[in-house]
Structure formats: C-alpha cells, structure tokens
C-alpha cells in the first residue's frame, strides 16, 4: 500500500496544472474504490457480477463549498475475465455528492500494468448535472499483483480490487 501512495503522490500533481483552466473540485486520494467480483474474475471470460463502490473524500470545491465527499455505486453482471482489466475505451459513470446533487462523467478509461502496479486515468468531461462542461481527470492505483498472476495463467483468480483515488474537475 505504501508503494501506491509514494505512486499516486507523484499523480496528484499532474491534474491541478494538466487541465490549464479553474479548479471546480478535487477529492483526496484518500478516496478508495471497491471492486468485489463474484464468482472471482479468472484468465477465461465468465459472468460476473460486479459490486462496485467509489467513496470520494475530502473534497473541496471552490464554486461549489458544500460538496465534501461523494459516491458512485453500481451493482451490474457481464462477461469478465483478467484480460479485460487492460481495456481502454470510452465509459460514463455518476457521481452523486453529499448534497444529493449529481455529476455525470463521460471519460476514456486508460489501464496500465507495470511493476505490480494496476492504474487506470479516466479523462473527459462532466456531461450533465453539477460541473457541466468542465474536465474530469480521474486516477485509480491499485496492487496489481494478483492481475498480473492472472495475466500469467498461474491460476490465480481475482476476488476483488481495492483502489486509492484522486478526482479532479476543472474548468
């Protein structure tokens, strides 16, 4: 867990500065994504019900002040298998935020996986509800041990995938 957070401290530079324009929010990366895949996600492709929980914390939001947290749950079955982990593509996620307001997120899902190190970025923009029109960058990092085993076809499976998260939305 260290080694991802010595990772993620060198990421949380790059959104404030790569965007070029106004701060409208960023959460901590003490924000933590849960992935629970059920039966365990393995080198051959089955369906697998995933349980998905981004809890976002500590945000801080000049144009919005009272948004300091926000969550994004989905409970949803398809064909999985380790392989897809490494999928880029295009993908659109809400967010809703301690206000009860929401945010909408259509973004390209980049994954990498080096050195026992399992990141995927999200960049695009808030396509509806709260920060409309505004960028989304968006950094997950993960062990990434177990998925490489898997990728190896060691027989490891994958039960479940914790992330630490940093979210950044400018304008």
Not at 27 to 55: E, G, H, M, R, W
Not at 89 to 99: E, F, H, R, V, Y
Request: charged share 15%; aromatic share 8%; proline share 5%.
């Amino acid at each position: 867990m260290a080694l991802l957070v010595l990772a993620l401290g060198a990421v949380v530079q790059t959104p404030a500065h790569a965007t070029g324009g106004g701060l409208d929010l960023v959460c901590s990366p003490f924000s933590v994504d849960k992935l629970f895949f059920t039966p365990s996600v393995a080198l051959a492709p089955q369906s697998v019900t995933i349980d998905k929980k981004t809890n976002y914390r500590y945000c801080y939001s000049p144009s919005a002040p009272d948004v300091v947290s926000g969550e994004l749950v989905r409970l949803f079955t398809r064909s999985d298998s380790c392989p897809q982990a490494l999928l880029s593509g295009p993908t659109s996620q809400t967010i809703t935020w301690n206000t009860g307001q929401t945010s909408t997120i259509g973004v390209t899902r980049t994954p990498t996986l080096e050195h026992g190190i399992y990141k995927v970025t999200f960049v695009g923009t808030v396509t509806a509800g709260l920060f409309t029109g505004s960028s989304v960058t968006q950094v997950y990092l993960a062990d990434g041990r177990d998925l490489e085993r898997c990728l190896a076809g060691d027989g490891t499976v994958v039960d479940s995938l914790i992330s630490v998260v940093l979210l950044s939305i400018s304008h």
